[in-house]
């Protein structure tokens, strides 16, 4: 049950949890949006999920296949609900809503909530104290405030795909959606640097998070080189570092796939040498430092490529851990779903889902020493809270239950 007002204390379940208490309502659709309102939900927060009569972009696309995990994974611990905000009725709900909420979270595209009658201003006069997130893929401001954007379109304005691939071929896409997530969890963070201020002043704000200003500084390695080389750098570097920095720095081919080796010190690429018995190439003139390692990359990348090869991935990753060096196999998807580090941490959770059946879902990567970890409670269906948001929450009769159900507006 919900607690009847912001900063009142919610299931007695989340005691002891940061955000105990904190009401949150949670607007946004497939990525970034949601992945900021299940990093509250996992620290305690009652996160009440709003999607129109077909459900948000992400549920519906599950009919599909390949959505439905990615739904289950940022929706666990959410209350969902249904309403439709082109009615009158639907935005009147939403403001009683608000009015009891302590945060409200959008990334529809700019101007879209101001035209509905349920944008940052008017909601911040029904409660001041309301904190207002919203996140869309260029800002609210700025040229480009009207383009859509999902990440990969975003991926190309920020430079990401052009900054991966082989310097000889097209460019690529990152296999992660970074957009949407870096996105995402620097939402999360705006909120609950403007929940901390609330804390010292009593008022609420609105902060806001663009999609290309959260991938900006993640491409520092590359910009880097640019700033040194100019027009001499080039756009896409491989497996190598994106700077050309440090070497060695790539992915190398085993008997049974490829491992990562990274010698960021001087120190680790000595204990590489020990590692293969190559102790002898220390005082090699090509080797004894990074930056001469990087004139001769390709020298350092045939020495390790001629060892590596020759043994399986997961003995050149123990051998080289077990010196000190960074090293780890190249693995696939199910190798990671299965991490035994994330399982045992209870980063990874085995969770019986009502429709899913037997899947892996992850907690929050953010952890409260001291406190337990809140209990994963699976995705709920389409509309499953609507009873005891609209009407043991917000008050409501059954009879206006029926009625506001008879009108479409739940």
Sequence with gaps: MLHAKPGQQG???DQGYPLSGITVIDLSHVYNGPYATFLMAMAGAEVIKVEPHHGEHLRSRGDMGGAALPFAMLNSNKKPVTLNLKTEAGRALLKEMAAKADILVENF???????????????????????????????KTGPYRDYPAMDLVMQAMCG??????FPDQPPVKSGAAMCDFSAGIHLYAAIMTALYERERTGKGRVVEVSMQDATYASLASN????????EAAPDRTGNRHGGL??????????????????????????????????????????FVTR???????????ALIENWTKTLAKSEVAERML?????CAPVRNLSEVMHDEN???????????HPDLGRVVLPHSPLVFEGTERRGIEPSLPLGASNEAIFGDWLGHSNEELAELKKDGVI
């Design 223 to 230: 910009l880097g080189m640019l700033h040194a080389r100019g």
């Design 342 to 352: 994330m399982h045992a941490r209870g980063s990874l959770q085995w969770i019986d």
């Design 291 to 301: 930056s001469t390692r990087v004139v001769h990359f390709s020298d350092v990348d």
């Design 109 to 139: 595209a700019p101007g879209v909530t101001d035209r509905l009658g349920i944008g940052p201003s008017g909601l911040l006069k029904i409660n001041p104290r309301l904190i207002y997130g919203s996140s869309s893929g260029y800002g």
């Design 322 to 326: 077990a010196a000190s060096v960074p």
């Design 245 to 286: 920095g440090i070497s060695p720095y790539n992915v190398y081919p085993t008997k049974d796939g490829y491992v990562v080796l990274n010698a960021p010190g001087d120190q680790h690429f000595r204990a590489i040498l020990d590692v293969m018995g190559r102790s002898d190439l220390k005082d090699d003139p090509r």
């Design 11 to 13: 299931r007695q379940g």
């Design 160 to 165: 990401v795909i052009n900054s991966t691939g």
